[in-house]
């Protein structure tokens, strides 16, 4: 069984940043063989969850367009560890935030994603 384990979530203001980190752990390489695809989702309280960006085996970073500039995905295999830089900061950023694997047909589509850390949150004043 793979287990993702976020951190880095915590409270900053507008403007500010922070770093989000997944450890993959449970099999030799998490999930990170084949086809696989390592994302991160958000989710608003009373709100839907939402993909923010997502990395593929190729090396293909995909980023949802209220981040793109602003969010930063990558990941260290060697330490096997997906990371989500993220920089200027606005309170609509605040959510429970959430890394996710597996072999999903769409990067944006949670249903896809076969395992998924507990979150960490992630909460931006004005």
């Known amino acids: 069984q793979v287990q993702l384990v976020e951190s880095g979530g915590g409270s900053v203001q507008a403007g500010g940043s922070l770093r989000l980190s997944c450890a993959v752990s449970?099999?030799?390489?998490?999930?990170?063989?084949?086809?696989?695809?390592m994302g991160w989702f958000r989710q608003a309280l009373g709100k839907e969850r939402e993909a923010v960006a997502a990395?593929?085996?190729?090396?293909?970073?995909l980023y949802a367009d209220s981040v793109k500039g602003r969010f930063t995905i990558s990941q260290d295999n060697a330490k096997k560890t997906l990371y989500l830089q993220m920089n200027s900061l606005k309170p609509e950023d605040t959510a429970m935030y959430y890394c996710?694997?597996?072999?999903?047909?769409?990067?944006?589509?949670?249903?896809?994603?076969?395992?998924w850390g507990q979150g960490t949150q992630v909460t931006v004043s004005s």
């Open positions: 996710a694997t597996g072999y999903p047909r769409y990067w944006d589509f949670s249903q896809g994603y076969s395992y």
């Open positions: 449970g099999n030799s390489s998490g999930s990170m063989y084949g086809n696989y695809v």
């Open positions: 990395t593929k085996s190729n090396g293909a970073k």
